[in-house]
């Protein structure tokens, strides 16, 4: 652990096996990294940057980063307000920081009841036993609701709890809705909302080692970006060029170049924050614009 501590390498917590991995992976080799694994395949070690990538547990990963022992974590959003909720109630102050939600591994948690079982409000779950592994965001969400209902954990195969005759209802994750179908229970309420998320440690590093985590940090704000992100070029009347301007989604100044031998009419090139869809580009063409080009951004850096 001494050793851990002490090294300047960065330290990133990701998902083991599950819905994170391959996009969190994915997220880091777009950011540049390129690693080789260990042996044991719990360790990926950077190869070109000063970036170790530990495979781990999902639900370990808000206690590895919040107890130093990774300086950055990513994880979906339920097992943070879980591992947050837990901290809070054991009056626990450090924490970890979130430093950036990142658009994938949507899915929600909720409530799923045996086909036929009648759901009206969160007071239908009043003195019924509920199966999770969410226990804490549970009893916040029944605290709030004023309802009164006992939590029974579960560390896995929560779907099969009711069949059992160990859970009436069931409170988990939901992204396709197939498993709940699968087992004859519908989703009967959502409490919260998930997508995988970037959090770093509390704990001052030292500056070495800031400096490459402010680095990542920014590369992964460039990934995010160019997801969205496209490159517009088009020729313009001088004339429409402020309407032109104000139709186009997210850009900031664009460069505006004189056409060879034309007088009225000049080039425009801009990098727009958001996609360019069809509907815009008709816009366009109907304010004067013409020879309109979208391109993808493969990289962008602020
Ligand atoms: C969740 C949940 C269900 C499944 C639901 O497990 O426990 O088993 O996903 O997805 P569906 O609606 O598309 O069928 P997950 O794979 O996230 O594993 P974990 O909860 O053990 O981390
Ligand atoms: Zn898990």
Redesign the pocket.
């Known amino acids: 652990m001494a050793a851990q501590q002490t090294d300047n390498r960065i330290k990133i917590a990701v998902q083991k096996s ?2 994170l991995t391959e996009h969190s992976l994915d997220l880091l080799a777009r950011c540049g990294l390129t690693y080789s694994r260990g042996r044991d395949q719990l360790i990926c070690y950077g190869e070109n940057m000063p970036v170790d990538v530990l495979l781990v547990r ?2 370990d990963i808000p206690g590895l980063v919040q107890e130093d022992i990774c300086d950055l974590g990513i994880v979906g959003g339920n097992v943070i307000e879980e591992v947050r909720l837990g901290l809070v109630e054991r009056g626990e102050t450090e924490l970890f920081a979130k430093v950036s939600t990142l658009d994938y591994g949507h ?1 929600r948690l909720s409530f799923g009841l045996p086909d036929g079982t009648p759901y009206e409000s969160p007071r239908s779950l009043q003195g019924q036993r509920i199966a999770t ?1 969410y226990p804490n965001i549970v009893r916040d969400f029944l605290r709030r609701s004023g309802v009164d209902a006992s939590v029974v954990e579960f560390s ?1 195969a ?2 099969i709890a009711p069949s059992l005759g160990r859970a009436d209802v069931i409170c ?9 179908r699968a087992h004859h229970l519908y989703e009967a309420e959502t409490i919260l909302e998930s997508q995988a998320a970037l959090i770093q440690t509390p704990k001052a590093v030292p500056s070495v080692k800031a400096d490459w985590i402010r680095r990542l940090l920014q590369r992964v704000q460039g990934v995010i970006q160019v997801k969205e992100s496209k490159y517009i070029m088009l020729h313009a009347p001088r004339s429409a060029l402020q309407k032109i301007r104000a139709l186009l989604p997210g850009a900031e100044a664009p460069t505006i170049m004189p056409l060879e031998g034309r007088d009225d009419k000049v080039a425009l090139h801009a990098v727009c924050r958001e996609n360019v869809f069809w509907e815009t580009l008709e816009q366009l063409k109907e304010a004067g614009a013409s020879s309109m080009l979208v391109l993808p951004v493969e990289k962008m850096l602020d």
């Open positions: 599950g819905r999902d639900d899915c592994s896995g929560v779907e988990d994750l939901v992204s396709s809705g197939a498993t709940l």
